[in-house]
Structures are given as structure tokens and as C-alpha cells.
């Protein structure tokens, strides 16, 4: 079983709303991620956690907060968000070792803030 | 630093082969090839690793040249459901970081 599964697959909030995307993974990954996709644009970076702690922060501004509680799920958690962030977010995982374990996607959360 | 790719996009007809090229001016240890549907998500592909191990799809091939640290993805006899974009994205020895190109486009065509 290959699956990451995101909830929600549609958001829309508004620039003082707090809201949460959701991802879990039953594949014994260690290793888990949040990429953004805006329009036409590859996916980009956002963070990583490597053993329920994040090893990697791409810069991202602090209205993304993200979380994992255990290593089965992982939340990124959204406030005072911009119209800018609007975009496809994405969740993956991976084994953790080396560069050649594959790194698995899910369908996304598409996020419109108004 | 993001790996660059080629071409931009394509369009084949149906049984037309192509050939996407991806290369890094940093050293690669793994190239890693997914295509993209409109409205979804990344679906892998293929995996290349320094020293010539492949891991991926059976009717998609790719080559890993690590002297010039690039790869090209081969899509022969391509079918309509080809039609997507097309990424690569390239990792360090260790790291966790997949860093993706900026994607080529490719339509195949009835």
C-alpha cells in the first residue's frame, strides 16, 4: 500500500481564519513533507521531518506551522494567511537513509484564501 | 539549486517517441522522474542512482550520465495518456531535499 492520504482536498478561508491540512501515511515512512505548488510552477519545498522532527525549514513564513505528532500524520497549520498563498499543497513521505528511496506523493490540498 | 530541463514542452502524436533531458551543475547522487496530470498530483516514475541502479516503470526508460550530471527520460511509442508534465528532481548523497526542475510539458496527440 503507497498511499499518502490529504484531507482536506478543497479549502477556502478567509485571511483571519485559522484552519489545519491534515496527511497521514500507513507505510512505516520515517521521513515526511509539505510542498506548495502554485499554477504551472514545479512543487517547492516547504518543510521536513525526519523522525517526528523537522530537519528542514525553507524559509517559510510563519503563518505555516507545521506539525507532527507521531509518525503516521503530519498537519500544517495555517493563520493570517495572504491571497498569494493560495495554491496546491502537498504531502509526501519517504524511508529515510539515502537519496535513492522514493519519495511518495498525495493528491494535494488545493487552498484558496479570500 | 534547481535542476534545469528540456525542452520546455512537446507535443508527439500517438506512437512518437521523446526524449526529456534534466542536469544539475551540483552532483548528483539520484535523479528522480514524475509526471504530473492537470488537477493532480506527482505520480513517480523512476528513480536513477549514481552508479546505474534504475527503479521504476517498465514501459519508461531513462539514463543517468554521471560525467555530465544529467539524465534523460525516454518515452517511447508514447500513448495519449502520456499527455502531462513532466518533473525531475534531484537529492543529495543524504539529504531529504528534492528539489524539483521546472518542468516540461508534454501533449501527445491523436
Known amino acids: 500500500d503507497t498511499e499518502v492520504t490529504q484531507t482536506p482536498k478543497h479549502l477556502v478561508m478567509g485571511m483571519t481564519n485559522k484552519k489545519s491540512l491534515k496527511c497521514e501515511q500507513h507505510m512505516g515512512h520515517r521521513a515526511m513533507y509539505w510542498y506548495k505548488q502554485k499554477a504551472k510552477k514545479p512543487p517547492e519545498l516547504m518543510f521536513v521531518?525526519?523522525?517526528?522532527?523537522?530537519?528542514i525549514n525553507e524559509s517559510v513564513p510563519s503563518r505555516f506551522s507545521p506539525e507532527c505528532p507521531n509518525s503516521s500524520l503530519l498537519n500544517l497549520h495555517l493563520h493570517a494567511l495572504q491571497p498569494e498563498d493560495s495554491a496546491l499543497y502537498l504531502c509526501a513521505s519517504s524511508q529515510l537513509g539515502n537519496s535513492g528511496n522514493t519519495i511518495y506523493f498525495g493528491e494535494g490540498s488545493w487552498l484558496t484564501v479570500v | 539549486q534547481q535542476p534545469v530541463q528540456s525542452p520546455q514542452a512537446v507535443i508527439l502524436r500517438e506512437g512518437e517517441d521523446a526524449v526529456i533531458n534534466c542536469s544539475s551543475s551540483?552532483?548528483?547522487?539520484?535523479v528522480h522522474w514524475y509526471r504530473q496530470k492537470h488537477g493532480e498530483a506527482p505520480v513517480f516514475l523512476m528513480i536513477?542512482?549514481?552508479?546505474?541502479e534504475q527503479k521504476g516503470h517498465e514501459k519508461i526508460s531513462a539514463s543517468f550520465n554521471e560525467k555530465k550530471q544529467q539524465s534523460s527520460l525516454y518515452l517511447t511509442a508514447s500513448q495519449l495518456s502520456y499527455s502531462g508534465t513532466y518533473f525531475c528532481g534531484t537529492r543529495g548523497k543524504y539529504g531529504n531535499k528534492l528539489v524539483f526542475g521546472a518542468g516540461t510539458i508534454l501533449r501527445v496527440k491523436s
Open positions: 551540483k552532483a548528483l547522487y539520484s
Open positions: 536513477l542512482l549514481k552508479g546505474g
Open positions: 521531518y525526519s523522525y517526528e522532527k523537522l530537519s
